[in-house]
T-cell receptor, first 115, second 117 residues
Framework: ETGVTQTPRHLVMGMTNKKSLKCEQHLGHNAMYWYKQSAKKPLELMFVYSLEERVENNSVPSRFSPECPNSSHLFLHLHTLQPEDSALYLC??????????????FGAGSRLTVL | AQSVTQLGSHVSVSEGALVLLRCNYSSSVPPYLFWYVQYPNQGLQLLLKYTSAATLVKGINGFEAEFKKSETSFHLTKPSAHMSDAAEYFCAVSPTPMKTSYDKVIFGPGTSLSVIP
């Protein structure tokens, strides 16, 4: 596989369930991101990992818990979610070259529905 | 703080007509600028980027954008629309020079492009 792969593509869960979203990048990048895309709202940056260390957490509720075990894998653990958390969750990666623009490569997303 | 605005949440053009999607940014210094496209049921894909070289930037699929500092704009154009261009288009900005290895990319709200046969 190439690029950024996200699984599952679709997930339906109840408010009391615990589930996880998985992201894997095959590009050798050293930074990974979780974005939330809701209808009629700008893309929201949730978490950033650079060299496997979390470097940004944009006031995301604790019911979302990220994990980055290595530079190729990123997880988003979900528990006791709310219906307003229903959205498309996008994973992205980028390569730090020290200079130049931060170009993001996105996965296809995981469509989450919370009942 | 940097921000991005996209005029028009939805744009419709006829097949073969000019495509013009507008993007304006606010920044104290010229930033890096990007256009990304999102096709249905897919993630975002980079169309083109401006990184302070040529002000007219050519991208994939026949798209191009022109950086105009005096207007703080980075509008996206394509001379002739194709049905396959129907998608969501996002303008984005990031600071220059980069302060960290993961400098934040700020996305605009997006413009949905429809192409009418």
């Amino acid at each position: 596989e190439t690029g950024v792969t996200q699984t599952p593509r679709h997930l339906v869960m109840g408010m009391t369930n615990k589930k996880s979203l998985k992201c894997e990048q095959h590009l050798g990048h050293n930074a990974m991101y979780w974005y939330k895309q809701s209808a009629k709202k700008p893309l929201e940056l949730m978490f950033v990992y650079s060299l496997e260390e979390r470097v940004e957490n944009n006031s995301v509720p604790s019911r979302f818990s990220p994990e980055c075990p290595n530079s190729s894998h990123l997880f988003l653990h979900l528990h006791t979610l709310q219906p307003e958390d229903s959205a498309l969750y996008l994973c992205a990666s980028s390569q730090d070259r020290g200079t130049g623009a931060n170009v993001l490569t996105f996965g296809a997303g995981s469509r989450l529905t919370v009942l | 703080a940097q921000s991005v605005t996209q005029l028009g949440s939805h744009v419709s053009v006829s097949e073969g007509a000019l495509v013009l999607l507008r993007c304006n940014y606010s920044s104290s210094v010229p930033p890096y600028l990007f256009w990304y496209v999102q096709y249905p049921n897919q993630g975002l894909q980079l169309l083109l980027k401006y990184t302070s070289a040529a002000t007219l930037v050519k991208g994939i699929n026949g798209f191009e954008a022109e950086f105009k500092k005096s207007e703080t704009s980075f509008h996206l154009t394509k001379p002739s629309a194709h049905m396959s261009d129907a998608a969501e288009y996002f303008c984005a900005v990031s600071p220059t020079p980069m302060k960290t290895s993961y400098d934040k990319v700020i996305f605009g709200p997006g413009t949905s492009l429809s192409v009418i046969p």
